[in-house]
């Protein structure tokens, strides 16, 4: 037989060689590799019957058969290659490189063969030898933890039945090398072994090793510089944000080697000096060095220039700002040191998309395809004349605004919370806060909220928006525990955030519940030893329909017993019952700006007490009443995700006051005081209880609360919160006292305890639970924090994010003896998980650093736990 074309071929490469010839061969260049291809069948001893190669001869094509070891039917094998029987064809000629060039695409064959079998007048036969490319059958993995196996599957595609190639094996080998020296690996190797698996199976198949050897991450000794005269290395070390050389005080951050930050910190040192005026300054050279201790240095020549100072700077095209309004946001002058960097944030700042800059300037006010250049026209003198050139483009409207990406949520909700209209001229500020609004919903993964601009028509002066939303779970089962008050509290419950109570009695409507029209539903159940609380409660966000006007509406129930000192158990013969309702509304305001809501809530709450005596109730067998109007200002413009907000603040201030009731019920109660001090120097328990009957028959007080909290992204991920609180609680009358309701707890992790009677639990880690208070509460409270927040993962199925905090704060009888400087210290450390059906979990590990009196403690309190769920600080 006559062999045709022999490939033998291990890469793909090679394949693309080969198929190269095919293609481009002339007659005689092919004789040539057919000659040689001759030489070694001959050497091999194979017969041949003699054919004329000097011209390619017309040949009828006969039967094509196929041999080798392939798993494939030969008719499959024969269709594919496209010489069919009765074919005619040329020997040799460009069909036979077709063929070849078919199957060897295919990616399926290790070799291939063509051989003439024999001829008959002027027809041919022919044979195809081949074999497949072996499977991969099972993969082992050595030198990487189990977790890590199933990424690099992902990563590298070695699944099971896979195809294995040389090059497969050759950019596996090449992607782990260059995947784990990005990660700081610098001496990482990679080795994969090949074991043919040999059984009865026909086809070709192959076990892999792969052995990973990360080795250690390599730090850095020391960063030198070559070429700096002006900036010193210690400035320039400081500008390069992710790479650091070591340094055992230093927390935040390390001083393994990355190459990615590495390469990003070689620009972060060009914009140093462009920042103090050296524009001209580059990166000459970077080496590293590999020290005997297996650290590395780091050796980077620079090139400084000449210092630059800003020229004239004019503005060229502007129309619809003046030059003097364009130089006050620019806010550079004449004279000052070149700054490109600033240059290029007063113009377009990308890292803050609502930046002040002369780019959102025109955004903000409809001109979308504006586009602003500085450009250099002068550099005499090492001063630099500068040009701003603008093309401000017609003024855009948009045209068509859609949402995708809702499922359950009904479309209303979201458009009421969009501020961009058809028809309405374009504002990038107001694109901007609609993806905030959306995001503060909470129906949606705020990360993944989207806003695309389809169909931009500069003609025109039309634009079309599409906000892409990804929704979350909105309803949340409750689960909240932790100690106080002596004993667990627990609180089951069940959170309904996008609830639809008008499709509750759809049948239809329940998967499981009736959703998408925003509306909150929660009740919950709350329990210890020594109490119980249910509650119900209601929200709708936009009353009506038409204006952002929240409904609110809630009844609560709670029983509680007193605490038995002998037993340390609950007495069930001795209850205090809470019954309370509230009714709520919530503006939103337009003045000073619509960050701002007002709201406004009216209360009542019946207090019965049964056999009921302590030293703050002197009438164990009564009751009182509490009626309630609460008006609150707050403001809250933080963004995006309200799990982890990267920027903004929220304050609220809230006054809760009672009728004046001492004004018009005519008692005398100067009389009533002077009574009171006579029944307890008597020692008369009877009349006491009598007189305090009548001073809290309905309950009369005021008492005003504020909280700030702000954030700042102090680098990429990491966030600063500081925050602030006050409290207090006053009386109308002096005669009548302050009331024993109402009154503040501090301490501990903040939830409630067996005191429920209007009382607030405010939280203060590293101490107790209420341990910063008295027995009856304070009347005045402060508390001061900061939190640095850095998270873990922000996805939708589960944010987490660690954090630090230094806490302070002290509860206080009356202002006599209120200082805000006199307090209570604490810090420590702690971890935040929301999973949306379960809410929000936390740990936190917190050092109390002075001593409790009232616990007889003479050094520092110590180390606290606080374990928290579904509650945030």
């Known amino acids: ?309 800003f020229g004239d700077i004019s503005f060229i095209g502007n129309t619809v700002y003046t030059n003097e309004q364009l130089t006050r946001m620019l806010r550079i002058r004449k004279g000052d040191t070149y700054n490109g960097v600033l240059l290029q944030k007063r113009i377009a700042d990308n890292t803050k998309p609502d930046a002040d800059d002369i780019t959102n300037l025109y955004q903000n006010s409809g001109y979308l395809f504006s586009s602003i250049n500085p450009v250099e026209v002068n550099a005499t003198n090492n001063v630099i004349d500068m040009e701003i050139r603008i093309s401000e483009g017609k003024p855009a409207y948009f045209n068509n605004v859609s949402i995708v990406g809702n499922d359950k949520t009904n479309d209303h909700v979201i458009y009421r919370e969009i501020r961009t209209r058809p028809g309405q001229l374009y504002s990038k500020a107001n694109v901007v806060r609609t993806v905030r609004e959306l995001g503060q919903l909470g129906f949606f993964d705020a990360q993944e909220i989207s806003p695309n601009f389809n169909n931009p028509n500069p003609n025109e002066g039309t634009i079309d928006m599409e906000y892409s939303v990804k929704e979350t779970g909105s309803s949340q089962i409750e689960l909240q525990g932790g100690y106080g008050g002596g004993g667990f509290i627990g609180t089951l419950g069940l959170s309904f955030n996008n609830f639809s109570i008008k499709d509750i009695f759809k049948k239809d409507a329940y998967k499981p519940i009736p959703m998408g029209d925003g509306q909150k539903l929660a009740l919950r159940l709350q329990a210890s030893r020594f109490y119980q609380t249910y509650s119900f409660s209601f929200s709708e966000p936009w009353l009506g329909g038409k204006r952002p006007v929240q409904f609110s509406t809630s009844i609560s129930h709670t029983k509680q017993f007193l605490y038995d000192y002998t037993t340390g158990n609950a007495d069930k013969s001795k209850s205090f019952n809470i019954t309370g309702i509230t009714f709520g509304l919530a503006k939103r305001l337009q003045v000073p700006d619509d960050f701002f809501v007002l709201s406004q809530a009216i209360s009542y709450q019946r207090y019965d007490l049964n056999n009921y005596n302590t030293g703050l109730f002197t009438f164990g067998d009564g009751y009182a009443n509490n009626l309630s109007y609460t008006v609150g200002l707050s403001r809250d413009n933080t963004n995006i995700d309200p799990i982890y907000p990267t920027g903004g603040s929220k304050f609220g201030v809230t006054a809760k006051l009672s009728i004046p009731y001492s004004l018009f019920d005519g008692v005398d109660y100067s009389q009533l005081k002077e009574d009171r001090e006579q029944a307890v120097t008597d020692q008369d328990a009877t009349e006491l209880a009598k007189i305090d009957q009548e001073r809290y028959k309905w309950l009369e007080f005021y008492k005003v609360n504020f909280k700030g909290e702000w954030y700042t992204q102090i680098t990429k991920d990491l966030v600063l919160r500081p925050s602030t609180e006050f409290g207090f609680l006053g009386a109308y009358n002096n005669d009548r006292g302050v009331i024993p309701f109402e009154r503040f707890y501090l301490g501990g992790d903040g939830l409630g305890t067996y005191s429920l009677d209007g009382r607030e639990a405010i939280a203060l880690r590293g101490y107790p639970n209420q341990s910063l208070s008295d027995n009856d509460g304070g009347t005045i409270y402060n508390k001061f924090s900061l939190e640095l927040r850095y998270p873990i993962t922000l996805k939708a199925s589960a944010k987490i994010y660690a954090l630090g905090f230094l806490e302070g704060g002290a509860s206080y009888n009356n202002f006599r003896d209120y200082n805000p400087f006199e307090i209570k210290r604490s810090a420590g450390l702690g971890i935040r998980i929301f999973m949306p059906a379960f809410g929000l979990l936390g740990i936190d590990f917190g050092h109390g650093f002075d001593p409790l009196e009232s616990l007889g403690e003479t050094k520092a309190h110590g180390w606290e736990t606080h374990f928290i769920i579904g509650q945030q600080f």
């Open 1 to 309: 037989m006559k062999l045709l074309l022999n490939i033998k071929k291990e890469n793909d490469d090679l394949g693309k060689q080969v198929n190269n010839l095919a293609n481009i061969l002339s007659l005689t260049t092919f004789l040539k590799h057919c000659s040689a291809v001759l030489l070694l069948v001959s050497s091999m001893s194979i017969q041949a019957q003699e054919l004329p190669y000097s011209n390619g001869k017309k040949y009828i094509l006969g039967e094509v058969s196929v041999s080798g070891n392939t798993s494939f039917s030969e008719q499959t094998i024969v269709t594919y290659s496209g010489l069919s029987k009765g074919k005619e064809m040329s020997i040799p000629g460009e069909d036979i490189g077709d063929a070849i060039k078919k199957l060897w695409n295919s990616k399926l064959f290790s070799d291939i063969e063509i051989y003439i079998t024999k001829i008959e007048g002027n027809v041919a036969y022919l044979e195809i030898r081949l074999s497949d490319l072996p499977q991969l059958y099972e993969l082992k993995i050595n030198g990487v933890k189990k977790g890590k196996h199933e990424g690099i599957i992902k990563d590298t595609k070695l699944n099971k039945g896979v195809k294995v190639t040389e090059n497969l094996l050759t950019t596996t080998k090449n992607f782990l090398n260059k995947k784990y020296k990005k990660e700081g690996f610098l001496n990482s190797k990679v080795h994969i072994n090949t074991i043919e698996v040999k059984d009865s199976t026909p086809t070709a198949r192959v076990n892999m090793v792969l052995n990973i050897d990360k080795g250690e991450k390599v730090k850095i000794k020391d960063i030198v510089f070559n070429g700096n005269e002006v900036l010193s290395d210690k400035y320039l070390r400081k500008s390069m944000k992710g790479t650091k050389k070591i340094n055992r005080l230093r927390i935040l951050k390390r001083s393994k080697f990355i190459d990615s930050s590495y390469q990003a910190d070689l620009g972060h040192i060009v914009e140093k000096y462009k920042e103090n005026g050296y524009r001209d300054a580059r990166i000459l050279s970077d080496s590293i060095i590999y020290n005997d201790d297996k650290t590395i240095s780091l050796k980077i020549g620079v090139s400084e220039g000449t210092q630059y100072s």
